[in-house]
């Protein structure tokens, strides 16, 4: 390619000198006759022209053809930046893992309110009032106390133990007698009301009452007390033929 070049220039070259002095051009073993005339002149400088156009034209396309990457070179023309090389991927890197899909949020568990406790209906206002609870009998029956012997002391019973079904005896117990005409126990209360007491009633009248060890009692008397056990009991003096004698009639009501 090269070599066309230089023929294309050297053509070129003796065409214009032969067409500027009018002589004959010898050139190696070639020979331009002298031009004379004006009219050859032109067209022979005009080929000349023509051949160095066309020689620098196949010099550009060659080097443009031999420059590396194949982008063209030439006045005028810069060559393309070149880009750096990546850096070699690490070996020991492992592919990037793909992403993983997103997760949307859980929503959060939803707090289950605890059902609020409804209170009771309140009775109407004209609705009679429920009786309070009825405290079961633990034991009901009469008992004596006789301080009188007959000399062998097989008639004298001084007190009863209550909370044992029946009652047993005891030298005072929780019912006993303490002297002429008078009882004793653990707490004893005189009941001044109208008729025998309920359980309920005994009850409120030992609360309310400080308990005597010992009562003054005659035919009639009635009094409440309270057992070892815990019990709440009433007794009524039904009959007292002696001073050291009396019959007595006992209620005891179960542990509330």
Do not use: Y
């Not at 294309?8 to 051009?25: D, K, N, P, Q, S």
């Not at 009635?222 to 003096?237: I, K, P, Q, W, Y």
């Amino acid at each position: 390619m090269l070599a066309n070049v230089v023929m294309l220039w050297v053509v070129g070259l003796v065409c214009l000198v032969a067409a500027a002095i009018g002589e004959t051009v010898k050139l190696g073993g070639w020979e331009l006759p002298a031009l004379t005339s004006r009219k050859t002149r032109i067209p022979v400088a005009f080929i000349g022209v023509v051949a160095l156009v066309l020689g620098l034209v196949a010099f550009v396309h060659s080097s443009s053809g031999s420059t590396p990457g194949g982008a063209a070179t030439g006045p005028g023309v810069s060559p393309p930046p070149q880009q750096d090389d990546p850096p070699p991927a690490d070996p020991t890197t492992s592919e990037p893992a793909s992403p993983s899909p997103s997760r949307s949020p859980s929503p959060a568990p939803s707090r289950s309110r605890a059902p609020e406790s409804t209170p009771p209906p309140a009775p109407p206002a004209d609705s009679t009032p429920l009786p309070p609870p009825v405290t079961g009998v633990h034991w009901r029956g009469s008992v004596q106390l006789n301080g009188e012997t007959r000399g062998d002391g097989t008639d004298m019973t001084t007190g009863w133990f209550l909370d044992s079904v029946p009652p047993s005896r005891a030298p005072l117990g929780d019912l006993g007698l303490a002297g002429s005409n008078a009882v004793a126990g653990n707490a004893l209360a005189r009941w001044s009301g109208k008729g025998a007491p309920s359980a309920r009633q005994c009850g409120d009248l030992l609360n309310t009452q400080v308990g005597q060890r010992q009562l003054d009692v005659q035919e009639g008397a009635t009094g409440c007390l309270r057992t070892e056990g815990g019990r709440v009991a009433s007794f009524t003096v039904t009959a007292a033929p002696g001073a050291l004698q009396m019959t007595l009639a006992v209620v005891v009501w179960q542990r509330a």
